[in-house]
Nanobody, 115 residues
Framework: QVQVVESGGGLVQPGGSLRLSCAASGTFFNIYDVNWYRQAPGKQRELVVILSSSGSIRYPDSVKGRFTGYRDNAKNTVYLQMNSLKPEDTAVYYC?????????WGQGTQVTVSS
């Protein structure tokens, strides 16, 4: 059974940093694209970063230059380093494994940016 678990969320002041982790088990991690999404209250889920199985990484303009995603296939873990956080980054952040016709989600971790 595939399990995806996010961690690292919390409360941070504007301009601060957080590092989220996404750990997967029960599957061959490196065959999947790993994506981070976020969803703020009353808003649609938004893609934050795509870390493809081939090694490419893509970001939307809203986080480009502030967020860095990277994967450690040996540890079956993906990280999302978030710097220069803004109040509008407040959301539940979800990790998604996508590939081979399947998609797995974690339960999400709350990030709150507030003074």
């Amino acid at each position: 059974q595939v399990q995806v678990v996010e961690s690292g969320g919390g409360l941070v002041q504007p301009g601060g940093s957080l590092r989220l982790s996404c750990a997967a088990s029960g599957t061959f991690f490196n065959i999947y694209d790993v994506n981070w999404y976020r969803q703020a209250p009353g808003k649609q889920r938004e893609l934050v970063v795509i870390l493809s199985s081939s090694g490419s990484i893509r970001y939307p303009d809203s986080v480009k230059g502030r967020f860095t995603g990277y994967r450690d296939n040996a540890k079956n873990t993906v990280y999302l380093q978030m710097n220069s956080l803004k109040p509008e980054d407040t959301a539940v952040y979800y990790c998604n494994l996508d590939g081979m016709g399947k998609s797995y989600w974690g339960q999400g971790t709350q990030v709150t940016v507030s003074s």
